[in-house]
């Protein structure tokens, strides 16, 4: 068996990285599986809902809710490569269900147990250093709804920080929105394209070749706005970058 | 100003102004700079401890506002001075120009008041043929120009310095320079003489004390200070929820006022004016009145909205928003911009007039960390989406089609499988190297201004059995 570990969780692999980027599902996948994790894929897995919950739509986004519940009602933990969409179980799940206990009861249980993906290796598994090895200058932008909603900050830069041969650059405003904001980056995409502007102008300025990020929708917005730019600067996921060099807990 | 009802417009008048974009982003950079620097100072932790402290006494207060309101106005009362509770805008402005017209008054002087604008008083006053002077340096620059407040702590942030220089030279006897200095002695020079004749003074509240019914007025310029004292008349505008029960509670709110508008250790004046001269003092009014603003408060007590009430006005959460500084404050079209407009303007004035405002923010929840009362701007923008949606029922027809769609589709594996398999396969026309630059609406609103990544070749769900072949069960 891959990973050998006693740890359980199920992977809760979120629309955006399913149908758009499936190689971070990949390094995630490896990754956790190295780290001695025994992982799971739950059938029946879609959305978590963020999109219809922001634009204020919570009776339907409710109904997708509820089956995203009832799909990891048996898992042990449930781990996501999305600050935003973790963070939309953390505070949207229980807000959605203010009115209905059991499901309130149903949802707070749900949250209890799911972390987004640094956040569980660096308090789950109390790892810090995944073995990686990458030898480039990298910074990495702070998605604001995994910090100040979750509360996860430091753990994918500590992570990234111990991987072997990087050359981590602090971003200036890191925690500067990046503009993205669901809908808000297509019904007011002209404001969006100025914040996100302003984000690329900070990226390019550390002269990074590489942008990690914890959230996939703004790293899709801050690398749809640098390939539009024409900037070379590859956008990666924190799972990418540790799933680089295969590292000394490769199997 | 004209009121242009499309925010959509009027956000593109903003975009459409660098002068005025660039005045903001370095107003905005430098008070916010400011203000980290000042809670780097006092230290986080300890920085998270008066902002409790604070939200409480403000919580506290919004709680019982029945019976601060009764104690304050008791006070005023006590201290020979007059109070008018006006329920609406309209009330108080007419409370304030019938007085006017009884004093007989020409020149009016005002200190800097958010409720004075939000009542459209100088207008009204100057019907009656007063002159009404604006005495903050902001606020005197605005009223030159013709414009309203784009900032709730710096009025004319959206002005640079060759403006400024424009709109005094326009009423200045001598050519004035483009250098700070010099521009602001020109305004001292030309305010001070207009002090000596006032014939009502006018000032905001910060914060009224309901166990003594003293007035704070908090100004770096000393213009408030200079009107409490020199006004015959002082009239007195607050909103009803600016109360603090006692002095010491004042103490907190202050410190965490000033650190939070501008990054100072206290406002430079912080002026207690409380009734009317004693016989013995040589400094304050003959007559004091105090106007007590509802225009849409009280409604949201005991609401879910309650505690938008906390706001002390201080500004920071408009300096903390990314939206703010790249459209700067007019395109919000009220009184009140940013986080804190985008829940206000839509409470006070209505979700029809101004819903699409709780749109106009990327729930980024960078003003929730900013504001130092700790009120949850960014759970009520949601809420004000979910009432616009569900409440009131005035989604737009599109997205309530598209978010039932959604959550039919996304509710079944099956379903949504087929859907993003059926999108796969006809996504080909659009894809060039894995990426998509160009396209039909609605994914036109994003390739505008970015490229977007084409749906996998293999979706991620299609390669986990393959993943996972070595694992047992």
Not at chain 1, 58 to 72: D, G, L, M, Q
Not at chain 2, 389 to 415: D, P
Request: charged residues 25%.
């Amino acid at each position: 068996m891959i990973g050998g570990g006693n740890l359980k969780a199920s992977l809760f692999i979120t629309c955006i990285a399913d149908l758009m980027y499936a190689d971070v599902g990949k390094s995630m996948v490896r990754v956790l599986k190295r780290n001695g994790v025994d992982l799971d894929f739950p059938e029946g897995q879609t959305c978590c809902g963020q999109p219809a919950f922001s634009s204020g739509y919570y009776k339907e986004t409710a109904v997708v809710a509820k089956k995203v519940i009832e799909v990891f009602e048996k898992s042990e933990r449930v781990v996501m490569p999305s600050g935003s969409c973790a963070a939309m179980i953390h505070h949207g799940y229980p807000t959605l269900f203010d009115n209905d206990p059991k499901w309130k009861k149903r949802a707070e249980e749900f949250v209890a147990k799911t972390y987004e993906f640094s956040q569980f290796i660096v308090d789950v598994l109390g790892i810090q250093d995944v073995g990686a090895t990458f030898n480039k200058k990298v910074t990495y932008h702070s998605s604001c709804h995994m910090t100040r909603l979750l509360g996860v900050e430091e753990q994918p830069k500590i992570l990234l920080k111990n991987v072997k041969g990087i050359d981590f650059i602090e971003l200036p405003f890191a925690f500067d929105c990046c503009g993205f904001g669901g809908t808000f980056s297509m019904k007011m995409k002209d404001i969006s394209a100025e914040i996100v502007d302003e984000k690329v102008d900070h990226i390019i300025a550390t002269g990074a070749e590489v942008l990690a990020g914890s959230d996939l929708t703004c790293l899709m917005n801050i690398s749809g706005r640098l390939s539009r730019r024409g900037s070379r600067i590859k956008v990666m996921h924190v799972a990418q970058v540790l799933d680089q060099g295969g590292g000394k807990n490769a199997f | 100003m004209h009121f242009e009802p499309s925010f959509q417009k009027r956000y593109h008048k903003a975009l459409s102004d660098p002068a005025m974009i660039k005045a903001v982003k370095n107003g905005t950079g430098r008070l916010r700079g400011q203000r980290a620097a000042s809670i780097e100072a006092v230290g986080p932790e300890r920085w998270m401890a008066f902002r409790d402290r604070a939200e409480a006494i403000r919580l506290h207060v919004i709680q019982h506002l029945d019976q601060y309101l009764e104690q304050l106005v008791d006070n005023v009362l006590k201290k020979g001075g007059h109070v008018c509770l006006a329920r609406t805008g309209e009330e108080a402005v007419q409370y304030i120009t019938s007085l006017a017209q009884k004093k007989n008054a020409k020149s009016i002087i005002k200190s800097k008041s958010m409720v004075s604008e939000e009542i459209h008083l100088n207008h009204q006053l100057e019907k009656l043929g007063c002159e009404v002077i604006e005495s903050d340096l902001g606020e005197y620059i605005i009223q030159l120009a013709g414009e309203t407040p784009s900032h709730i702590i710096a009025p004319a942030m959206h002005k640079n310095r060759n403006q400024v220089a424009d709109l005094f030279n326009a009423v200045s006897k001598k050519k004035l320079s483009t250098e700070i200095a010099d521009l602001c002695g020109f305004a001292r020079e030309h305010l001070r003489e207009k002090f000596l004749g006032i014939d009502i003074g006018i000032t905001g509240c910060n914060f009224a004390i309901a166990d003594s019914g003293a007035i704070t007025i908090c100004t770096n310029e000393g213009n408030a200070r200079i009107i409490s004292a020199l006004s015959p008349t002082l009239v007195t505008i607050m909103g009803m929820e600016r109360i603090l029960p006692s002095i010491e509670d004042l103490a907190v709110m202050l410190s965490l006022l000033a650190r939070s508008a501008t990054g100072q250790k206290l406002t430079v004046y912080n002026t207690l004016s409380t009734g009317v001269r004693d016989e013995n003092e040589l400094d304050g009014p003959q007559e004091f009145h105090l106007v007590i603003v509802d225009n849409g408060r009280s409604k949201l007590l005991g609401t879910k909205y309650e505690k938008v009430l906390n706001c002390i006005r201080c500004g920071s959460c408009l300096n903390a928003c990314p939206v703010y500084r790249n459209i700067g404050g007019h395109a919000y079209g009220w009184v009140y911009p940013g986080p804190i407009g985008a829940v206000l303007s839509p409470l006070f004035q209505g979700i029809d007039k101004f819903g699409e405002l709780a749109y106009a923010t990327t729930l980024c929840g960078a003003c929730c960390f900013a504001c130092p009362v700790k009120i949850p701007l960014h759970d009520m923008l949601y809420a004000l989406r979910n009432d616009k949606v569900e409440l009131e029922n005035k989604g737009e027809l599109a997205e309530n089609i598209a978010y039932k769609g959604w959550s039919a589709t996304f509710a079944s594996m099956s379903r949504y499988r087929f859907s993003v398999r059926m999108a796969r396969r006809f996504q080909f026309p659009l894809v060039k190297a894995g990426k998509i630059a160009y396209g039909p609406p609605p994914i036109s609103d994003w390739l505008k201004h970015r490229d977007m990544p084409a749906l996998s070749d293999k979706f991620f769900h299609e390669i986990w059995p393959e993943l996972n072949k070595d694992r047992k069960e």
